[in-house]
């Protein structure tokens, strides 16, 4: 067994320690570890030990090891996706990425839950659209969500978004020129195993969820929307 | 070695299926899970995997094993924290736990970073005040803050924290009887070996990062702070 301080495995203090050397600026975007012998002999550790502390950090995308050439960390550049009243998410992101796609990937007509009814102030067991979607920008996968509507209100959403590609003209298809965020709620949890494959993440990679209600002018919910972004890749700016 | 799908072993499929049944409230807090020969059963599984699994979810803190009697689901009530222009921390969190404190662990002066000084509207070197905190909800710790200010606006910032406890009294004593949050920026990733002790986190634990700037009613900014919020313990809401 590896000696443990506070509770803490020997490995585990090893990859904090140079994460901390990343996020403090000592090590930059590119820039390549000490060798394992070094950051054995840092640590006073064996070079298994430090393995497994740099294991840790490639699967959590923080360094990449090169065959033959080092271990280096990563260059990461987080997009920032505003939170606003009115932010719409092409806006939002604009600036940040040369493209930016989003994918329908299904739809189905279903019963709400509670949590999908509350939150669109519909009766439990009321039929609700619900389709599935992912936003990509330049190749990476940045967000896998899932949206529940009113079936009574928007019984074709699916399909127009399908056309119009658009959350917005959708919405103005339906009469709808203009709608706001009424609330997000924002939590992190480990990434499931769907969006472990949807998002190309590692397991026990971090998924940042939102959970969002948006309301027409009238203040009416008019969708409920669970999103999760990967935590490397994202943050959101309120 | 187990079986795999999609590259996810199979004790992570099974942990991310019995977290999705207490998500999606098919088993609720304080229900004991099935017996790990049923669960065996069920994820045709051998119990040595179904134990890797579990173990991997009492690690999170999702379910508790106890002695003799079972599994059970834990019960986690998050607390919400509304991020808003004019959040209190005390009034923000009012209602939702019956004692709230907030402990000043320690402070110093240091010079500023290039991200303290921008935040601050500072140059990169100017001195800082830099105070080290923690917030405690029912006995549980809900959040640890760095949080910087401008050494020569507010020189003796710490002591007069340490005897008013409120920084709301403390910018008041400076003359800023108001104040407002610019932004925030929010982000989440594996707790470090410091939160794991201060926060008392199992390894593996997830914070939600905060950013936030905080200006007087000129608009000039007064603090920078970084929280650091259990994200099994704690949401924020816009």
Redesign the interface.
Known sequence: MHSVA????LW??IA?AI??DIVG?KLANGDRLPTEALLAQRFSANRHTVRRALAVLAE?GVVVAEQGRGTFVRSIR?L?YP?GKRTRFREGLKGQAASLTSVSISDRIENA??RVAVALGLKPGAKVVRTEGMSVADGVPISRSTTWLSYRRFPDFASRINQMGSTTLVFGSYGITDYSRA????????A??EE??SLTLA??A???VSEAVDVDPEGEAISYALSRFP?ERM????
Chains 1, 2 share one sequence.
Do not use: C, F, N
């Open positions: 506070g509770g803490v495995a585990r203090q904090d994460r901390l600026g959590e987080r920032s939170i839950t509670a609330s997000t709620r924002i939590s992190a949890r480990h499931d195993v472990i494959q397991p026990g971090i998924v940042l935590a943050e959101l700016v309120v």
